[in-house]
């Protein structure tokens, strides 16, 4: 999260530049992983880059830890409309870019991967990116891929929707309770998490709307962001040398692990995830909280990746399905000859994702901010 676009008050915290190149390894891992999804035919088990969407998870706990951090002891100075209107403006003009590309490639993605897109008059597709500017979830009635996403044109908004959720519950509850409640709360999440990973064997999910997914949605939402906002009130941090280095590491090493155990034994991978989410995810931010950069290169390498974060993840999925498109258009083309095309994939993500945070991004937001400051001073 960068605060220096919240002039509404002088931020005089330190900012956890570490945690921001961390939430950039994590998004260049879960591109990674959707390129090479494409390829697993549906057996998550073969899936390369095994545990690469936890990053999602991932994401929670950082969420939780910045939302604690920046703002548990600001509001006697700031409202709920305050709060909620600068989320607004960090979040969502890339969710509305995001969808605007997803639409712009929609019909290129016609195939057996997506066997509602040919189907799909333009009316009815315009009308669910404009239904996704707003984040409103879409029904079976709306399901112009055929894969049942609350958002169809760009699939991992769903985690945004769940992010919009945890921002309300912060600001009317979570921010109320004391750490001992937390903690209890925490555990209780902790349980369900544990129990849901054990049985299925992983925590795949949250993208629709129907009660199983939702639950998903809800249970990897709760704990990480419990633990993140927890662990910004209690952590002291330390001072660890190459802490980027070591955190981003942890990271890709747990994202990368490979599948573990058999379909006999479920239970045994569903408990590598829910360990990892529980005590490593916690154990990654603390140790990039305790962290500094030192060296004008890796300041520069994790800005750029922090700044990328965001966008590459809201950003680069409709790039796989167009991608997975032209896969399957081969008859299924061998990984091995698709090498080329996904690093122009992952190339052309990253530099994407750089254009609209440069030109795009930054300007609205900074727009945005003004025109809410105005309005405020107006008003007083």
Same mark, same amino acid.
């Given at each position: ?10 931020? +005089? ?10 939430r950039?390894v ?11 999804? +494409?390829?697993?035919?549906g ?8 545990? %690469? ?16 951090y ?15 209107? $600068?989320?607004l ?26 066997p509602a897109?040919?189907? +799909? ?9 404009v ?10 009635? !709306? ?13 991992p ?17 979570? $921010? ?13 999440? %902790?349980?369900?998490l ?14 629709s709307i ?40 942890? !990271? ?29 995810? &916690? ?13 004008? $290169? ?6 750029? !990746?922090?700044?990328?974060?965001? &966008? ?5 999925y409709?790039l ?16 091995t ?10 190339g ?14 930054? &300007?609205?937001?900074?727009?945005l ?12």
């Amino acid at each position: 999260m960068n605060l220096k676009f919240n002039s509404s008050f002088k931020d +005089t915290k330190k900012h956890y530049i570490i945690l921001d190149g961390l939430r950039g390894v994590a998004a260049v891992m879960v591109v990674l992983f959707h390129l090479l999804e +494409t390829f697993a035919f549906g057996k998550h088990a073969e899936q390369i880059i095994n545990h %690469g969407y936890l990053a999602v998870d991932f994401f929670f706990v950082l969420s939780g830890f910045v939302i604690g951090y920046a703002y548990d002891d600001r509001w006697h100075k700031m409202s709920l409309k305050d709060f909620f209107k $600068r989320r607004l403006i960090r979040l969502h003009p890339m969710i509305i870019v995001g969808m605007i590309i997803g639409a712009l490639l929609f019909y290129f993605q016609d195939c057996f991967f997506f066997p509602a897109v040919s189907e +799909t008059p333009v009316w009815k597709m315009l009308l669910v990116m404009v239904i996704g500017f707003t984040l409103f979830p879409v029904g079976q009635s !709306l399901d112009i891929r055929g894969w049942s996403e609350m958002h169809p044109l760009n699939g991992p908004a769903w985690s945004l929707f769940f992010e919009y959720i945890a921002n309300i519950l912060y600001a009317l509850v979570l $921010r109320k309770l004391s750490n001992k409640i937390l903690a209890v709360l925490l555990f209780v999440c %902790g349980a369900a998490l544990i129990h849901l990973s054990v049985t299925n064997g992983h925590v795949i999910g949250g993208w629709s709307i129907d009660a199983t997914q939702l639950r998903i949605g809800f249970t990897r939402l709760l704990y990480p962001f419990l633990a993140g906002l927890l662990l910004s009130r209690v952590i002291k941090v330390g001072h660890i040398k190459n802490a980027f280095f070591w955190s981003s590491l942890l !990271l890709i090493v747990v994202l990368s692990v490979p599948h573990i155990g058999g379909e006999e034994h479920v239970w045994m991978n569903g408990l590598y995830v829910a360990l990892s989410i529980i005590f490593i995810f &916690p154990l990654i931010v603390y140790l990039g909280a305790s962290g500094e950069i030192k060296g004008k $290169r890796a300041d520069q390498l994790c800005r750029f !990746l922090g700044n990328i974060s965001y &966008p590459i993840y809201i950003i680069h999925y409709p790039l796989i399905y167009t991608f997975m498109a032209w896969v399957a258009k081969d008859e299924m083309m061998s990984i091995t000859k698709a090498i080329p095309a996904m690093i122009l994939v992952l190339g052309l993500s990253i530099l994407l994702a750089w254009a609209v945070f440069t030109f795009y991004d930054v &300007p609205v937001r900074k727009w945005l901010t003004a025109k809410s400051m105005n309005s405020k001073n107006k008003q007083a």
